[in-house]
Nanobody, 120 residues
Framework: QVQLVESGGGLVQAGGSLRLSCVASGSVVSIYYVGWYRQAPGEQRELVASITRGGTTNYADSVKGRFTISRDDAQITVDLQMNSLKPEDTAVYYC??????????????WGQGTQVTVSS
């Protein structure tokens, strides 16, 4: 199984930047998809950005051009660089990973979340 730990959240002013980090441990070699999700108060959880083991990325329209997802060569850390932050970016941000080990059984794992607050 996999454990995920997010860090890097905090309070910033509109227009500022934050870099979130998701560190995976456990059966890291079985991870083939990692996504950053966020959930604002009273809102549904939504996908912000994702990256596959092959390097394919995907972004929500609301963050394109402002956020960048990346991974290290060892596939252990996935970062989310957030620039030009807006108050509507305020949410708890979660890292999620999907695995498919040799058993063929897929699983989803979630981190504990990190709070991002953007003041106007």
């Amino acid at each position: 199984q996999v454990q995920l730990v997010e860090s890097g959240g905090g309070l910033v002013q509109a227009g500022g930047s934050l870099r979130l980090s998701c560190v995976a441990s456990g059966s890291v070699v079985s991870i083939y998809y990692v996504g950053w999700y966020r959930q604002a108060p009273g809102e549904q959880r939504e996908l912000v950005a994702s990256i596959t083991r092959g390097g394919t990325t995907n972004y929500a329209d609301s963050v394109k051009g402002r956020f960048t997802i990346s991974r290290d060569d060892a596939q252990i850390t996935v970062d989310l660089q957030m620039n030009s932050l807006k108050p509507e970016d305020t949410a708890v941000y979660y890292c999620a990973a999907e695995t498919m080990p040799d058993s063929g059984i897929t699983s989803w794992y979630w981190g504990q979340g990190t709070q991002v607050t953007v003041s106007s």
